[in-house]
Structures are given as C-alpha cells and as structure tokens.
C-alpha cells in the first residue's frame, strides 16, 4: 500500500487509504521554523501487526531530513520508536 502526504499551512499527514477511506495515518503540526510535532497515529485494525505505523514514522523522518527538520514526538507510538530505534534519533527535536 502506498504512503502518501497531505500537507496544508502548518499542519500535515501521512497515510494510507484503501481509496475509500485512511487505514493508517500520522499527523504533524510545524512547531517552528525548524521542527515539526507528530501528535496523532492511527491503524486500522486490519493492518496491526504489519508495521504500517513505523513505515509512516519513516517517511515524515525521510520527510524531515529532506527539509533539514527535526521532529519532537508527542504521539505515544511515535515517543515510544523514538526510544527504541536510535537510527532515527537524528531528527529528534530536543
């Protein structure tokens, strides 16, 4: 399944749809000039377990370091990866 971006003035989310309807998406809002806040993951149940959400984290960490951007995780998964995966620390906003 494909990830896409939706972004609008300040805010943005990565997803994946099914054509009907968004099965996993992650939500950010700019933070400043150089840092973003994840605030929101949702996974449909039909895609637990098939690392949908850490893909979405991959792409808006692709995302940040594409725009030189660091991330500050609010979301509890997106907290949680954070902690446990120092490939991506890079982009931590702290």
Same mark, same amino acid.
């Given at each position: ?7 609008? #003035? /300040? ?7 099914? /054509? ?6 992650? #939500?950010?809002?700019? /933070?400043? @000039? @150089? ?5 929101? #993951?949702?996974? %449909? %149940? ?11 984290? %991959?792409?808006? *960490? ?7 951007? $660091? ?6 998964? *997106?907290?949680?990866?954070?902690? $446990? *995966?120092?490939?991506?620390?890079? *982009?931590?906003?702290?």
């Amino acid at each position: 399944m494909e990830i896409q971006i939706s972004e609008s #003035t /300040g805010k943005g989310i990565v997803f994946m749809s099914d /054509g009907e309807r968004n099965l996993a998406e992650m #939500t950010w809002v700019k /933070g400043g @000039d @150089d840092y973003i806040i994840v605030d929101h #993951t949702m996974v %449909d %149940d039909s895609l637990r377990g098939q690392g949908a959400g850490r893909k979405l984290l %991959d792409r808006i *960490v692709k995302l940040a370091r594409e725009r030189n951007l $660091k991330i500050q995780p609010l979301c509890p998964f *997106v907290v949680a990866t954070f902690n $446990k *995966v120092e490939e991506i620390r890079d *982009v931590l906003y702290e």
